[in-house]
């Protein structure tokens, strides 16, 4: 669709990326091709093991990592850069293993051992760059990285451990257990840690044509910190 901003021509737009490389030494890369990319890493392997008439162990292992890079995409009443992008690498390992035991003919065992660890490490595409929106009228044009994206980290880890014996006595089944679980997680969310700027339209003043003068400062500036 045609963008409906004030600034309609590439020219005008190459402008801007013009100005910013030169002044600020950052690309902002492509406007018209942001595209989104998945990348998938995937290995599973598993066991099983008949140890003898009495005991079977199994384990299995997961690893999963999927790595997407998503930009905002452009449209008729905004324009985005790539360097904007969402740079998102989430990363999935998993370990179970089970082992069933006959001990007597009425009394049997199962111990479960789970774990797993996932980290979501999502970040920004780029050196680091203030987010800078730009208001062009009917429109808005925004580059910069991505400002949820600056310190967004989350890990998780879960342990697991159960075991239950279970003892048949005639019409009677009696279960003694231990049901173990424990968890550590880290999770970082600041928005805006290189800043946030907006240069806002007033009059006939575009923020575009406020932005280029280089002469004013922004209507509205958010800096995130711990």
């Known amino acids: 669709s045609t963008y409906r901003g004030h600034t309609t021509t590439s020219g005008g737009i190459q402008d801007i990326a013009d100005f910013v490389k030169n002044t600020y030494g950052e690309e902002m890369g492509n406007y018209l091709s942001t595209t989104r990319k998945h990348d998938a890493d995937r290995v599973t392997g598993k066991v099983d093991w008949n140890i003898n008439s009495k005991h079977r162990f199994s384990a299995s292992y997961r690893y999963n990592k999927l790595v997407a890079t998503n930009p905002s995409l452009s449209s008729s009443t905004s324009i985005q850069f790539s360097n904007g ?4 690498p989430s990363v999935t390992k998993s370990f179970s293993s089970e082992l069933k035991s006959n001990l007597r003919r009425n009394i049997s065992n ?3 051992f789970t774990y797993s660890d ?4 999502r970040g920004f595409v780029g050196d680091p760059f203030p ?4 208001n062009d009228g009917s429109g808005t044009i925004t580059f910069g990285s991505e400002n949820s994206s600056t310190q967004n ?5 879960n342990l ?3 075991d239950n014996l279970k003892w048949n006595i005639k019409n009677h089944s009696l279960t003694l257990g231990v049901d ?3 968890f550590n997680d880290k999770n970082v969310f600041i928005q805006n840690t290189f800043g946030n700027y907006f240069y806002n339209t007033t009059g006939t003043t575009t923020g575009v044509q406020k932005f280029l003068a280089n002469n004013v400062g922004p209507t509205t500036y958010s800096l995130g910190f711990p």
């Open 85 to 88: 992008a969402v740079y998102f």
């Open 110 to 112: 199962k111990l479960l």
């Open 118 to 121: 996932v980290t979501d490490d």
């Open 131 to 134: 987010r800078v929106g730009l």
């Open 153 to 157: 980290y989350l890990r998780q880890k």
């Open 160 to 162: 697991g451990i159960v």
């Open 180 to 182: 173990y679980e424990r």
